[in-house]
């Protein structure tokens, strides 16, 4: 069973701040991993999807790459504005064959500090 | 371009009842998946509709169904409403092919009383 962990739950920063947020996951046979950003009561907005094939998405001031042999994610937000303040989300294709149910981790709740 | 969108945006449901949240997902998308999301939690996937036929489902018992109409939209139905059923409730849709992005709309609030 494919489980997603994020580390670490919560996190809080000075605003101008460079930061990395880690998603690990049990099973490396996915097709592609997910970042999400959920703001409170809202729902899910995507960042970045990483297809299995590929290492790294790049969108703005947001990198994320992707290591499936070690089962590993990674989320850099570049020059943190208060504005990223949000719960950010990583789920991954547990498997293929057109559009599937996404297994979540439980997030990052981010806070930058003005 | 419309995105995903949700109705109603808040539900009061008593234990026993039965309730039906509805979606319309963003143009051009044909698959439309729900997810719940108990607070604090990841979403958990529910069950995924393409051409109006349920093909995946996650770990849900069958007080959860529901329908694809030819137009796209869906509807998720819940019997027998229990208090752990409470949830934000989240559409989300796609085009049915690998590596399509997921869009998800702002979901319905579920409280069960």
């Known amino acids: 069973k494919q489980e997603v962990t994020q580390i670490p739950a919560a996190l809080s920063v000075p605003e101008g701040e460079n930061l990395v947020l880690n998603c690990s996951f049990t099973?490396?046979?996915?097709?592609?991993l997910q970042w999400f950003r959920q703001d409170p009561g809202k729902g899910l907005t995507s960042l970045l999807l990483?297809?299995?094939?590929?290492r790294e998405q790049t969108s703005g001031r947001l990198n994320a790459s992707l290591d499936k042999s070690s089962g590993r994610s990674t989320l850099y937000i570049a020059a943190s504005q208060p504005g990223d303040s949000a719960t950010y989300l990583c789920?991954?294709?547990?498997?293929?064959?057109?559009?599937?149910?996404?297994?979540f981790g439980k997030g990052t709740h981010l806070i930058i500090q003005p | 371009d419309a995105g995903v969108t949700q109705s109603p945006t808040h539900l009061i449901k008593t234990r026993g009842q039965q309730v039906t949240l509805r979606c319309s997902p963003k143009?051009?998308?044909?698959?439309v998946s729900w997810y719940q999301q108990a607070l604090g939690q990841g979403p958990q996937f529910i069950f995924q509709?393409?051409?109006?036929?349920?093909?995946q489902r996650g770990n849900f018992p069958d007080r959860f169904s529901g329908h694809q109409f030819p137009n796209y939209s869906s509807e998720l139905n819940v019997n027998a409403l229990l208090l752990g059923d409470s949830a934000l409730y989240l559409c989300?849709?796609?085009?049915?092919?690998?590596?399509?992005?997921?869009?998800f709309g702002n979901g319905t609030r579920l409280t069960v009383t």
């Open positions: 989300a849709s796609s085009l049915y092919r690998v590596n399509s992005p997921l869009h």
């Open positions: 099973d490396s046979a996915i097709y592609n």
């Open positions: 990483i297809q299995s094939s590929q």
């Open positions: 789920a991954v294709n547990r498997s293929g064959g057109g559009a599937d149910g996404l297994t």
């Open positions: 143009s051009g998308h044909d698959t």
């Open positions: 509709y393409y051409e109006e036929e349920e093909r």
